[in-house]
């Protein structure tokens, strides 16, 4: 396996989030469930504080009037909420239904399961014992993986690796075992013993269910949404219909989606419940690579101006090979998750230029291309495989007296992904003086003030002499603008500290001077600076500090 950057690091994080109450296993008392994760009460406000600063900076906030830096022209956001189980002839026009999935392979000795494209094999015989010994490792770890897989089989000492014969290059398993290997003869990567390894099988990624109260019928089959994308594209006409949108202009939504990830993984990066925070952008097919690009950067600077450190931030265009048969480009804002080998991202949003694929499948019918073009997919009766709604969802721009199927721009984000970036670029650790001027080692969440679950803590110096009823005045007034915290239990210095682990940007301590004069110490959590300020003049001094 390639050495992950910095997993220490990522296991103080995952324990923060889980000491601090930013996110716990899901049904954690029954011993967690695979893929699923709860957020906690600092968790869900950081979630909505995400969120919120999405719906506020893509939909509320936008200025219709004016074309934003870089944009082509004015244009016009809406927002909708659909949901997530819809009519199954959706997943059927958008390609998910058919998708031919990752295949998966199981292995009854370990119990683990892995991607069949993902395992790499190869012969290996030491005495009279033979066996095609595999892997999930990947790129330059798969010699070392696969060495250490044989020692450990044929039950050698490091000295006598040597000793081992291999027969062939390492082979992906799918390719060796089209060339004759037998999953009988192959060792699985945590098995102890060939022949644990199941038959390779399709694997859907759509949860499915059953409506109504009588289930059985092929009729009555619906599937969660893996993506919230698909309920645009059916309400576009409703929308254009309805709100006097004109060309171009964007459709929002936030929600659940759902996916049988077959290897959850790295914490809440691969979940098999996420939601996302979806864009799909309309505009004319001859303005459509000038918007793709306004989008790309525009989405690439949001996660900058929310404290993303740049240099763990990675903009990467797709090669014309990585793109969907149906994609004239797309982009993926990358993260250097601390789980990942140095020099590795991962995907927190991609921005892909659509086409017309979209509303044309839900119009005419799944789409494939053929010779170049996208055509309707038809059965080996010549009929469509997939039916459209027939539906007409093309535009008819009454200025320009033109009429066309508009060209779909998506920036598609992921909450949970971002979430857990926000964190992991959050956490540091330095020292701080102790209230005796000794330095005391910290760990505190560097969160954007817009996104921080606590935005001040209100802490009266000790509890008495009047500094709780000042305290609790200030509290109350404070509370009607932004979320804050009363915390009067322990030193000051443990206050503080408590207050860094969860990011909360300003401490506000009364003391024995705020009694005479009414003011107070207003502690930075960052720069740790301490200024002296006016009780009354608080609200609106945290209030300019958090636009
Ligand atoms: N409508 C396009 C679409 O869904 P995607 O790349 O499959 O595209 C978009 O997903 C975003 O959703 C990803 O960039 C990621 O942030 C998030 N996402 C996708 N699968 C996820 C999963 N299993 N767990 C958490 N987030 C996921």
């Known amino acids: 396996m390639s050495k992950p950057l910095d997993q220490s690091r990522m296991d103080k994080i995952v324990s923060l989030a889980k000491r601090r109450g930013f996110i716990f296993p899901s049904s954690e008392i029954y011993g967690g469930l695979n893929g699923f994760w709860d957020y906690g009460p600092l968790g869900v406000t950081l979630k909505r504080n995400l969120k919120d600063a999405w719906w506020h ?9 004016a074309a934003p830096a870089g944009a082509p022209a004015p244009y016009e956001m809406a927002g909708l909420d659909c949901t997530i189980i819809m009519h199954p002839q959706v997943w059927k026009c958008s390609g998910h239904f058919d998708l031919s999935n990752d295949w998966m392979i199981d292995c009854r000795e370990s119990k683990r399961r892995y991607r069949y494209d993902h395992l790499t094999g190869r012969w290996a015989a030491h005495r009279d014992k033979r066996t095609f010994v595999t892997t999930d490792a990947s790129g330059d770890d798969v010699p070392a993986e696969l060495a250490a897989r044989a020692q450990k089989f044929f039950g050698l000492r490091a000295k006598q690796v040597d000793e081992i014969a291999w027969e062939g290059e390492p082979t992906p398993l799918p390719a060796a075992v089209a060339a004759g290997v037998t999953l009988a003869d192959s060792l699985g990567p945590d098995a102890s013993a060939p022949g644990s390894l199941t038959a390779p099988r399709e ?18 089959r619906a599937f969660l949404r893996p993506e919230t994308a698909q309920g645009i594209f059916v309400n576009f006409k409703n929308v254009l219909d309805t709100s006097r ?10 929600g659940k989606s759902f996916r049988n990830e077959i290897t959850p993984r790295n914490f809440t990066f691969r979940s098999r419940e996420f939601e996302q925070m979806e864009i799909e952008f309309f505009c004319r097919p001859a303005d459509s690579a000038a918007w793709y690009r306004y ?15 740049a240099s763990r931030l990675r903009l990467r265009e797709h090669d014309r090979d990585e793109l969907s048969h149906y994609s004239c480009g797309t982009a993926d804002i990358e993260y250097a998750f601390p789980f990942l080998a140095a020099g590795e991202f991962g995907e927190l949003e991609g921005i892909a230029h659509r086409g017309d ?28 495989r997939h039916r459209g709604s027939g539906k007409d969802l093309s535009y008819f721009d009454d200025v320009s007296r033109e009429r066309y199927v508009p060209h ?12 857990l970036a926000f964190l992991c670029d959050a956490y540091h650790e330095d020292e701080v003086p102790d209230e005796d001027g000794k330095p005391r080692s910290r760990t505190v969440m560097k969160l954007h003030p817009r996104l921080a679950p606590v935005k001040a803590a209100i802490l009266p110096l000790v509890k008495k002499d009047g500094m709780p009823e000042l305290a609790g005045e200030l509290y109350r007034s404070l509370k009607r603008q932004m979320t804050c915290q009363y915390d009067e239990k322990g030193s000051v210095g443990r206050r503080y500290a408590r207050q860094d682990e969860a990011g909360t940007p300003w401490c506000l301590t009364v003391d024995g001077q ?26 609106g001094l945290l209030r300019d500090r958090l636009t």
Not at 57 to 65: I, K, N, R
Not at 246 to 251: C, L, T, Y
Not at 295 to 309: A, C, E, F, I, S
Not at 359 to 382: C, Q
């Open 357 to 384: 694929f979209d509303l044309r499948s839900h119009m005419e019918g799944k789409l494939v291309r053929r010779d170049g073009d996208l055509v309707v997919e038809t059965g080996a009766d010549g009929k469509p």
């Open 408 to 419: 779909v721009i998506e920036p598609s984000a992921g909450a949970d992904r971002a979430v």
């Open 57 to 65: 900076d893509m939909v509320a906030g936008h200025d219709e009037l």
């Open 295 to 309: 989008w790309r950067d525009r989405r690439w600077r949001w996660y900058l101006d929310l404290g993303l450190t």
């Open 514 to 539: 705020s009694l005479a004069d009414r003011t107070l110490t207003l502690r930075d959590r960052d720069s740790l600076v301490q200024e002296r300020v006016p009780l009354d003049e608080v609200p």
């Open 245 to 254: 949108v004109r060309v171009p202009f964007g459709i929002c939504q936030i």
């Open 203 to 220: 694997f859907n990624l759509m949860f499915e269910t059953r409506i109504g109260a009588v289930a059985g019928g092929d009729d009555d």
